[in-house]
């Protein structure tokens, strides 16, 4: 059987680093087809860094008509169009910007079924996407996350800025931002991916509140779901250590993305 061909839409800290793993662990059924990225010597240097797969550096349409899966890993500015164009073109596509598609899922979802092809939204930092997702079939009254981060990962955010919060200044524990998913998106849009996906699979943007913590004394990111439905209560910490080569990123969002390309390629499907 021929491999999948895979390409890969943004070659930062998570493109590299899954361009890797599929090389590494999934050579026998996948290969790196195409790479593109904003920054063309991005594609460049990650494909001098790949030896089996022999990628190309590819503008997006060259990309898309390269693949049998694209990997967005660019930006939530880019995310849906890329979504949109590689399903039009009935090829299948895991998101990680997720942030950007968070009032367009439905349409990419339909769109998909349309054309007989896959969207796969990885767990990315959080823990809890699958009892999420088993207890809205008995209906859910309430989800809440609560993030929290050091001052330093929270730097540059539009929020931060808007309000001209100093968070040199900060010397305890504080509350930065209360509202819903969609607002969180909107002003934290590096740092919040996780808010759009918990919304996707439970109970819709505006009703999914969103709490941002920080505190000098924090070390690390983290976050806490709270899911109440009247079959059960969940609830779920997540401390992630920053990815190596991108503090904004956790080094949890690179492998729950591996996890699922493992998943898509093994015959064995473990969880919901
Ligand atoms: N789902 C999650 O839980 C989760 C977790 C972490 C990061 N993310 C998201 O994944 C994406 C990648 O994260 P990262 O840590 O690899 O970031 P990164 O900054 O290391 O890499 C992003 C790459 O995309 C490129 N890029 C930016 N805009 C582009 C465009 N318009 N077209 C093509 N390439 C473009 C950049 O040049 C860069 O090489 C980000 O959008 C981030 O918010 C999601």
């Known amino acids: 059987m021929s491999k999948s061909r895979i390409g890969i839409v ?17 050579s026998s059924k996948a290969k790196i087809s195409a790479l593109c990225d904003l920054d063309y010597s991005k594609a460049v240097l990650l494909k001098s860094l790949l ?6 550096a590819a503008d997006l349409d060259e990309l898309i008509k390269h693949s049998d899966l694209v990997i967005e890993s660019a930006s939530g500015k880019i ?29 990419l979802f339909a769109l998909a079924r349309k054309n007989n092809c896959f969207v796969y939204l990885p767990s990315g930092a959080i823990c809890g996407i699958d009892g999420l997702k088993a207890l809205s079939l008995a ?21 931060i800025v808007k309000n001209k919060i100093d968070l040199d200044r900060i010397n305890k524990e504080t509350v930065i931002f209360e509202g819903n998913a969609l607002d969180a998106v909107r002003d934290f849009p590096q740092n919040i991916n996780v808010a759009a996906l918990l919304s996707i699979a439970g109970i819709g943007a505006k009703s999914t509140k969103v709490k ?14 709270e899911i109440i439905s009247k079959a059960g209560t969940i609830k779920t910490v997540s401390r992630n250590v920053p990815f190596e080569e991108n503090p904004k990123t956790s080094y949890l969002a690179a492998l729950s993305a591996m996890a699922v390309l493992r998943s898509i390629f093994d015959s064995a499907k473990i969880g919901n």
């Not at 943004?10 to 999934?26: H, P, R, T, V, W």
């Not at 941002?212 to 983290?222: A, G, L, M, Q």
């Open 139 to 159: 209906g859910i009254e309430k989800v809440t996350l609560t993030t929290r981060k050091p001052p330093k990962a929270l730097k540059g955010a539009g929020y």
């Open 10 to 26: 943004g070659c930062g800290a998570i493109g590299k680093s899954l361009a890797k793993f599929i090389e590494g662990q999934l």
């Open 51 to 56: 030896k089996k797969s022999k990628p190309m």
């Open 212 to 225: 941002i913590v920080t505190s000098p004394e924090y070390k690390d990111n983290s976050h806490e779901i």
């Open 79 to 107: 995310s849906y169009q890329v979504a949109k164009k590689t399903l039009s073109r009935r090829k299948s596509i895991l998101i990680m910007s997720i942030g950007g598609i968070i009032s367009k899922a439905k349409e």
